[in-house]
């Protein structure tokens, strides 16, 4: 039977399976039902960089009630040190505890604010890796492109100093120049790159005519969003990649594999089909490096992205009738 495992950002899995960062990942239970089931490593639900600074701000505002200004300047900065949502590093330290595979911690981030600090406590709690789920929405016409691609570079270079564990940072799609912000995060010291997140999507209800949302799960189809760029980034960075996305099946595990990506990330099929489902995608691809013989993942992994013709067929962005018989 072929070996699974892999390397991702040092860490060593069983198999490439990896619970994205959502509800199923919330408690240490669910850690704990996530590693039963199979999984290669989990990511925890994110912590917002909003609560860690809602927690910040509690705690100095009722220092400032007591504290001479002078000394609170130097209280600031090591509250952010001391103190952070101590519930989620409670999570981290249950869940690292209780399961033998690698547990990474996630923080959603749109800043490199005093929160970073609390990096430093994710990693003494016993988190494997920290992700960093980082969007900047950029809704204001004043702001250049270079200074929303900024902040990315300020938050990694800022965590990266401050922690030795390995930090991941995962995006969404709508970046301009991905591979150029990408080479920017791994020289600032991101240790993998999951691509990619799938963002909340406002809608408007036609009954109500209200603007609404909710929970909406991915498509199997959407995973070759991230093929894409799996491919033409894992050729030209040296950083692993985590496929992520509408990744639901062994079929789509072994594309991102052969595309370069060192592990994948599943949450919506782990939503619909249950975490038993981790099984299945496990057999599927066993059944699929079996009948070729493949006895480990390295055998395989990145086949399909070192072609300079392949390349040229994932940078291709519009259709031509010859290529696809349509257009
Ligand atoms: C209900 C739900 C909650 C999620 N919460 C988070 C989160 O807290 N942090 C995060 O980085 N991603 C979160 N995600 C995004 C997933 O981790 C994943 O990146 C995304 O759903 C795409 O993968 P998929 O196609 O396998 O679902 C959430 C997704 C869902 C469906």
């Known amino acids: 039977m072929a070996n699974l495992g892999t390397s991702y950002m040092g860490l060593e899995l069983d198999n490439p399976f990896i619970v994205g960062s959502s509800g199923l990942t919330r408690t240490p239970a669910g850690v704990e039902a996530a590693a039963e089931a199979g999984a290669g490593a989990v990511v925890l639900k994110s912590l917002f960089e909003e609560q860690i600074r809602l927690e910040y701000a509690e705690t100095t505002a009722s ?55 609390f990096a430093g406590q994710v990693e003494k709690a016993g988190a494997a890796a920290l992700e960093l789920n980082i969007y900047v929405l950029a809704t204001d016409p004043q702001v250049k492109s270079g200074q929303v691609d900024q902040v990315y570079l300020d938050i990694v270079s800022q965590v990266t100093e401050r922690v030795t564990m390995p930090v991941a940072v995962k995006l969404a799609p709508y970046i301009t120049n991905l591979p150029r912000l ?17 963002l909340f999507s406002p809608d408007i209800d036609v009954d109500k005519e209200e603007v609404c949302g909710g929970i909406s799960l991915s498509h199997p189809s959407e995973h070759r969003m991230a093929l894409r760029w799996v491919a033409l980034l894992s050729e030209i960075l040296d950083v692993d990649i985590c496929g992520s996305r509408g990744v639901h099946d062994g079929e789509a ?30 057999e599927e691809l066993c059944a699929w490096m079996d009948e070729r013989g493949y006895e480990d993942i390295d055998t395989f992994r990145g086949r399909l992205a070192e072609d300079p013709a392949n390349t040229n067929l994932f940078q291709r962005a519009q259709y031509i009738k010859a290529f696809v018989g349509v257009g």
């Not at 609170?72 to 690292?96: C, H, M, N, T």
């Not at 990408?182 to 020289?187: F, H, R, T």
């Not at 592990?263 to 099984?279: C, I, P």
Request: aromatic share 6%.
């Open 253 to 282: 595990t072994v594309k991102m594999l052969l595309a370069g990506a060192c592990s994948v990330q599943m949450t919506s099929a782990l939503f619909s089909k249950k975490l038993k489902h981790l099984g299945t995608v496990k």
């Open 182 to 198: 990408c080479s920017k995060l791994v020289e600032r010291g991101a240790s993998g790159l999951v691509l990619f997140n799938r």
């Open 63 to 117: 220092l400032a009630e007591s504290v001479h200004p002078e000394a609170l300047a130097y209280l600031q900065a090591d509250i952010a040190g001391r103190f952070g949502p101590r519930d989620y590093l409670e999570v981290v330290k249950k869940a690292s505890a209780a399961v033998s595979i690698p547990v990474i911690a996630s923080v959603n981030c749109t800043s490199s604010e005093s929160w970073i600090e």
